[in-house]
Nanobody, 124 residues
């Protein structure tokens, strides 16, 4: 069973950047597809970006973040990243890291393991 710990959230002005990290332990990292999801108050958890098991592997992004966010992973460091640029107030949410064995998927319900979340707040 894998444990996930996110870091890197915080308060940033609109147009700014943040880099989230998710460190995994307790499993063979390279066997897990990884994803970033977010949940704003009163809203359902939604896809941000997902990446397949391999460093430099296939990725999928939510339309709302395409061209601004980049997901990547370093299997040697058991870490997945989310680089967020040109942040907007509507990006404000708790961001969660998630893992699933095998092929990557886009729905939160497809993921078996979750981190505790990290708050991202974008001020206007």
């Amino acid at each position: 069973q894998v444990q996930l710990v996110e870091s890197g959230g915080g308060l940033v002005q609109a147009g700014g950047s943040l880099r989230l990290s998710c460190s995994a332990s307790g499993g063979t990292f390279s066997t897990y597809a990884m994803g970033w999801f977010r949940q704003a108050p009163g809203k359902e958890r939604e896809l941000v970006a997902v990446i397949s098991r391999w460093s430099g592997g296939s990725t999928t992004y939510a339309d709302s973040v395409k061209g601004r966010f980049t997901i990547s992973r370093d299997n040697a460091k058991n870490t997945v990243y989310l680089q967020m640029n040109s942040l907007k107030p509507e990006d404000t949410a708790v961001y969660y890291c998630a893992a699933r064995r095998g092929l990557y998927a886009s729905q939160p319900n497809d993921y078996d393991y979750w981190g505790q979340g990290t708050q991202v707040t974008v001020s206007s």
